[in-house]
């Protein structure tokens, strides 16, 4: 890869933070070395000169807070976030003003470097990827509270975030769902019902884990 790909990011920091036990949004949750969680979710995209745009979503009552603490950089914008994620998204991508969009959740501040070059460098052929990591558990499809059937592991993978896209092809679709009412569980879920376009998949590891639980915050 030896091209370049401009690109805008949204970054997700709307989440009420309700499995964590605290009484604040986690994305401000602040490391032993100062971070929070926010800081380094947003430095992996600050570090990269074809990040021209972070879109930072966020909670209307947070506004004045992120706006105080999080505009270190010239290149972040921030929006305030709906009632779902997907509102939030929708949103962010009204005011994008690149041709290819990552979108990533605040609280995953572990993403590597590498994987963003991996995403930069599939998006020259493709429309739509996202980082997944194959699934180590055999996972079972359950329907009231019985086991329906078992899935093939090596074809069960999980999504995780940033999931990348061309910018007119995301929007086309969240406005879609937005006419339909229709609620998706990632964006990568909107192309699939919305679109021709085939999502790629670009492996990453488990350790681009998102912060829900309070032992997450232990391991570090």
Known sequence: YNGFMNYSVIVLAAGRGSRTNLDYNKVFYTFENGQTVLNKSLSVF?????????????????????????????????????????????????????????????????????????LKQTLETESAC????????????????????SLERKLVY?????????????????????????????????VEWFSDTKVKVVLSSFTNKKITLPESFAEQ
């Open 158 to 190: 999980h999504a995780q975030t940033p999931q990348c896209f061309k910018t007119d092809l995301i929007k086309e679709c969240h406005k879609l769902a937005r006419d339909k009412q229709v609620q998706a569980t990632d964006d990568a879920q909107l």
């Open 46 to 118: 600050l570090s990269d000169d074809e990040c021209k745009q972070v879109v930072l979503v966020c909670a209307d009552y947070e506004k004045d807070y992120v706006n105080e603490h999080y505009t270190y950089d010239s290149r972040i914008q921030v929006v305030t976030g709906g009632q779902t994620r997907q509102d939030s998204v929708y949103n962010g991508l009204q005011v994008v003003d690149q041709d290819y969009v990552m979108i990533h959740d605040g609280a995953r501040p572990f993403v590597e470097k590498n994987w963003i070059f991996d």
């Open 130 to 149: 996202l980082l997944m990591v194959p699934s180590v558990d055999t996972t079972k499809i359950v329907v009231d509270g019985y086991v329906k059937e």
